[in-house]
Nanobody
Framework: QVQLVEFGGGLVQPGGSLRLSCEAS????????MGWYRQAPGKEREVVSV?????YTYYADSVKGRFTISRDNAKVFLQMNSLKPEDSAVYYC?????????????WGQGTQVTVPS
C-alpha cells in the first residue's frame, strides 16, 4: 500500500505560478513512477505529467513549456507557471506500483487549483 499526501493548491491569477508537492509513504520501494493528473468539473481525469524512476518524463501537450515535474525519492513536485483559466481543476498526485503488465495506481486526495478568467 502507498499513501499520498498533496500540498500547494490554491487560487492564482492568470499568468501566475503555483507549486504542488506530494509525498508518498508506505511501500515506497514499490513505486515505479509518480506524477500528476487533473480533473475539471464535467470532464474526465487527465494526465498532466509523469516521471518514472528511470527519468522518463511525460507532459501533456497543453502544459508543455509551462509545467515542470521533478522528483526526490518518494516526493514529486509540479511547478506550474504561466497558469491559464483552463488549468483550473482538482489536481491528483499519482503513484504507479508494480510491473508494467500489472500496474496499480494510487491516488492522493486531490488539491484544488483555481485560475479565474
Amino acid at each position: 500500500q502507498v499513501q499520498l499526501v498533496e500540498f500547494g493548491g490554491g487560487l492564482v491569477q492568470p499568468g501566475g505560478s503555483l507549486r504542488l508537492s506530494c509525498e508518498a509513504s508506505g511501500a515506497i520501494y514499490s513505486i515505479k513512477a509518480m506524477g500528476w493528473y487533473r480533473q475539471a468539473p464535467g470532464k474526465e481525469r487527465e494526465v498532466v505529467s509523469v516521471k518514472s524512476n528511470d527519468d522518463y518524463t511525460y507532459y501533456a501537450d497543453s502544459v508543455k513549456g509551462r509545467f515542470t515535474i521533478s522528483r526526490d525519492n518518494a516526493k514529486v513536485f509540479l511547478q506550474m507557471n504561466s497558469l491559464k483559466p483552463e488549468d483550473s481543476a482538482v489536481y491528483y498526485c499519482n503513484a504507479k506500483v508494480g510491473p508494467r503488465s500489472a500496474t496499480m495506481d494510487y491516488w492522493g486526495q486531490g488539491t484544488q487549483v483555481t485560475v479565474p478568467s
